[in-house]
């Protein structure tokens, strides 16, 4: 895969918006500020393409990038507790919306922030993956903020949270770069896997 061909292609506030899914769609789901963005344009190596924010729920929309054969599909973050109810109900109904349609999902890139357990909104997400028996990955972020000692000890504890249920996971950093080609191959593999299925 080409991931230099890549594009931005459409947002949508609202489920009424969303485009009609044409290619295999990899999805970056999360908590706001959890590094859905910064995954993003570092998989592309682009500085800006996917915008990253400070100001966590920022992104209140659906973002579409054509990369190459697939389309890269940045859904809004989660867990952020100074957005209104109002709103946080629009980003569900939104979401649910995306996945309540008949989407060509090949593959999704769950994140949650290496440096701390998993939360109960990433937990409930990571069940309804499971539920929906949609394929994903738990991407790790951050994993450049811990020291060589700290990691250890995050992965062994990963290793226990998810073992059970068989749920892979990769550390990646958007800093280092550490887990950036683990994850263009596993998208690569899974885009043509979705294709050979049709």
């Not at 939360?119 to 020291?147: A, H, W, Y």
Request: proline share 4%; glycine share 6%; net charge neutral.
């Amino acid at each position: 895969m080409n991931f230099q061909q890549v594009s931005f292609e459409f947002s949508a506030g609202k489920k009424e918006q969303l485009p009609t899914s044409t290619l295999p769609e990899i999805v970056f789901s999360g908590r706001s500020n959890v590094g859905k963005s910064s995954l993003i344009n570092k998989l592309v190596n682009r500085k800006a393409l996917a915008r990253t924010s400070s100001t966590p729920g920022k992104t209140a929309t659906i973002n579409f990038f054509q990369v190459d054969t697939c389309r890269f599909v940045d859904l809004p973050g989660y867990g952020y507790a100074k957005v209104s109810k109002a709103e946080k109900g629009r980003w569900a109904d939104l979401v649910e919306g995306y996945f309540a349609q008949n989407r060509r999902v090949a593959l999704v890139f769950q994140l949650v922030d290496f440096r701390r357990d998993p939360t109960e909104d990433d937990f409930d997400m990571i069940r309804f993956l499971q539920e929906s028996g949609l394929p994903f990955v738990v991407v790790c972020t951050k994993c450049d903020k811990l020291n060589k000692t700290e990691t250890a000890v995050q992965l062994e504890r990963y290793r226990e949270i998810f073992s059970e249920a068989e749920i892979p996971f990769l550390p990646f950093s958007a800093v280092s770069g550490e887990g950036v080609e683990e994850l263009r191959t596993l998208l690569t593999g899974a885009v043509e896997h979705f294709e050979n299925r049709q």
